[in-house]
């Protein structure tokens, strides 16, 4: 059993004996997660926990890098909204009524892209189609702008994000980060306005 299982037994351990002296000495944020957690683990039927032991220990079993993809890839997933989801869930589903061979082509299209291509299409459909264009601009920010230049991006109508690509091409890498603060500080009813004139100077 490896260091995390030990752990995550000893977590399953405390839920299941409903060990509440712990979740008084927990910030609020956690406390509230840990009680939802041990509501959950007691709703769980025996054969639902066996079940959950055994995804922790195939879990476990993946190599960091593979895990570190699947957790950025949940993170995208939960950042989406419905109407990125529903859109996702009908390529899904139309995905898996293809040929066999037809998917074998289209996942190997996918395997092919770079690995920043592939994070683009993680932003969803909308974004991840405008990726390509815009990845120079956006591919390299500093980790406390990220959240806030993803949401810029999302409120982005298809011009913005058509002129945010073509300047994206024309903008100096070392003007990149000056450029995208000053856009951050635009109001976003002005946004469009804004880039149509810098795109046209």
Same mark, same amino acid.
């Given at each position: ?13 405390? +839920?299941?004996? *409903?060990?509440?002296?712990?979740? *008084?000495? #927990? ?7 840990? $009680? ?33 993809? @699947? ?11 419905? *109407?990125? &989801? ?6 899904? @589903? ?12 289209? &996942? ?8 920043? @291509? ?16 815009? @990845? ?15 949401? #810029? ?13 073509? +300047? $994206? ?15 951050? &500080? ?8 804004? +880039?149509?004139?810098? &795109?046209?100077?």
């Amino acid at each position: 059993m490896t260091r995390r299982s030990e752990a995550l037994a000893f977590a399953l351990a405390i +839920l299941a004996a *409903g060990s509440a002296c712990w979740v *008084g000495a #927990l910030p609020l944020g956690v406390e509230t997660q840990v $009680a939802d957690s041990r509501a959950r683990w007691s709703a769980l039927s025996p054969e639902q926990r066996a079940r959950a032991a055994s995804r922790a220990q195939a879990w476990d079993a993946l190599p960091p890098a593979e895990r570190a993809r @699947q957790r950025g890839r949940y993170q995208a997933w939960r950042a989406l909204d419905e *109407g990125q &989801r529903a859109q996702l869930r009908a390529a899904a @589903q139309a995905f898996a009524g293809l040929p066999a061979e037809e998917q074998a082509r289209l &996942r190997t299209l996918y395997d092919h892209l770079d690995a920043s @291509q592939q994070r683009g299409w993680e932003l969803g459909p909308g974004l991840g189609a405008d990726w390509p264009r815009l @990845q120079p601009l956006f591919a390299y920010v500093p980790v406390d702008e990220r959240a806030a230049l993803l949401t #810029l991006l999302r409120q982005s109508d298809a011009t913005q994000r058509d002129d945010l690509a073509a +300047l $994206a091409q024309r903008i100096p890498p070392q003007e990149r980060a000056a450029f995208l603060r000053a856009l951050l &500080r635009i109001e976003p009813a002005r946004r469009g306005e804004w +880039l149509h004139q810098r &795109r046209n100077q």
